[in-house]
């Protein structure tokens, strides 16, 4: 029996990186146990709302994040907020797949184009990684705004 897995960031600030990473990956906040979301409707309100009926505190309301494939395909990111900074290279980093298919200057060429978009975002750019035949096709090493790292790909 085959397993599904949620990928969990601890964060200073769960819902802004939320924001971030459903941006990048074209995911969605999911809304509220038992809500439904209007087309348009900020879900970020609608936790907000939800919270307070719940009577949690102001100052835990933020403290959780998530986004969700729309498709169903991808795996859930989870935004967990704790009150350490990051202090080392992540073990276990994402991928994001922008350019597969592609080879050669066509790819760096996109990946180059999806760089520049998150940079846009609040990424930032680390190092950039030429293609290496015959099993390096070429990345781009990037940090989320906390810091986390991930490629390009």
């Known amino acids: 029996m085959s397993r599904t897995v949620q990928v969990t960031f601890d964060a200073h600030d769960p819902r802004s990186l939320s ?3 459903a941006e990048v990956l074209g995911y969605a906040v999911p809304g509220p146990p038992g809500v ?8 970020f309100e609608a936790w907000e709302d939800f919270l307070t009926g719940l009577g949690v505190p102001e100052h835990l309301r933020g403290a959780r994040s998530a ?3 729309p498709d169903g395909d ?3 990111l989870f935004f967990q907020q704790v009150p350490e900074d990051k202090v080392a ?3 276990v ?6 350019a597969p298919g592609l080879a050669g200057e066509e790819r760096m060429a996109a990946l180059e ?3 520049e978009r998150l940079v846009a975002l609040g990424a930032r750019r680390i190092a950039r990684h030429d293609p290496e035949p015959p099993l390096g096709a070429g990345h781009i090493v990037m940090a989320d705004p906390e810091g986390n790292e991930f490629c390009l790909d």
Do not use: I, M, S
Not at 36 to 43: H, I, N, S
Not at 93 to 98: I, N, S
């Open 89 to 91: 290279k992540n073990r």
């Open 93 to 98: 980093h994402l991928d994001v797949r922008v």
């Open 74 to 76: 991808g795996p859930r």
């Open 67 to 69: 986004v969700e494939d």
């Open 36 to 43: 439904e979301l209007t087309d348009g409707a900020d879900p």
């Open 113 to 115: 184009a999806e760089c």
């Open 19 to 21: 924001r971030f990473w």
